[in-house]
């Protein structure tokens, strides 16, 4: 089994701003990782995803991550954020066996991008 | 495409009711799943269809029962809903079931049970 631990429930942030949101997971098998985000009322979009290879991640919007497996991290970073990326996001992981549906999810981030 | 859509965005239904929750996706997947999820809290998975049969149930309730008539199309026929049952339902799609593939969300059903 997987689990998934999101340290920040709320992070506040200036425009133009880096920002870091931190994640930890915990699985006996190799995983596969994941960002989604979620903008009010909507469903999840998938920000960047880590299966396997370089452990530095590029996503969407200027997103990346960065996959540290001594650690069991993988921390979303921006360089510069906008108003527009004021939204929840979700970390998650799945184990990389074949039979291994299930998404798991970390409680989630309130990033808030204030002007 | 690589789009899932869900319909109806919004519905209200009396505890007594029937109704059915539809998706669709056109990209080819073959997995398809259904999620809950409550406000401020992460979705949680009810169901997953892998070729069109049920491969998943996480231990719903029966007043909540998944159809899947062909590869593009994910129902979930409502119930006897309890107030509790309040959500925004998410379907999601990937290729197969297996880790490494990413899941497609939808843009949810805002249920309001009353």
């Known amino acids: 089994a997987q689990s998934v631990t999101q340290l920040d429930s709320q992070v506040p942030v200036f425009e133009e701003a880096p920002v870091e949101l931190r994640c930890n997971y915990s699985?006996?098998?190799?995983?596969?990782l994941f960002w989604y985000v979620q903008y009010p009322n909507q469903g999840l979009q998938l920000l960047l995803k880590y299966l396997s290879g370089s452990t530095l991640v590029k996503g969407i919007n200027g997103f990346e991550a960065e996959f540290n497996k001594s650690q069991t991290s993988f921390h979303l970073r921006k360089p510069s954020v906008h108003i527009s990326d004021t939204a929840e996001y979700f970390c998650a992981v799945r184990g990389s066996g074949g039979s291994n549906y299930k998404l798991t999810f970390g409680k989630g981030t309130l990033l808030t991008v204030n002007p | 495409d690589t789009e899932v859509t869900q319909t109806p965005k919004h519905l209200v239904m009396g505890m007594t009711n029937k109704k059915s929750l539809k998706c669709e996706q056109h990209m080819g997947h073959r997995a398809m799943y259904w999620y809950k999820q409550k406000a401020k809290k992460p979705p949680e998975l009810m169901f997953v269809?892998?070729?069109?049969?049920?491969?998943i149930n996480e231990s719903v309730p029966s007043r909540f029962s998944p159809e899947c008539p062909n590869s593009s199309l994910l129902n979930l026929h409502l119930h006897a809903l309890q107030p509790e049952d309040s959500a925004l339902y998410l379907c999601?799609?990937?290729?197969?079931?297996?880790?490494?593939?990413?899941?497609?969300f939808g843009p949810g059903t805002r249920l309001t049970v009353t």
């Open positions: 699985s006996s098998v190799s995983v596969y």
């Open positions: 999601a799609s990937s290729q197969g079931t297996g880790g490494g593939y990413e899941q497609y």
């Open positions: 269809y892998s070729y069109e049969k049920l491969s």
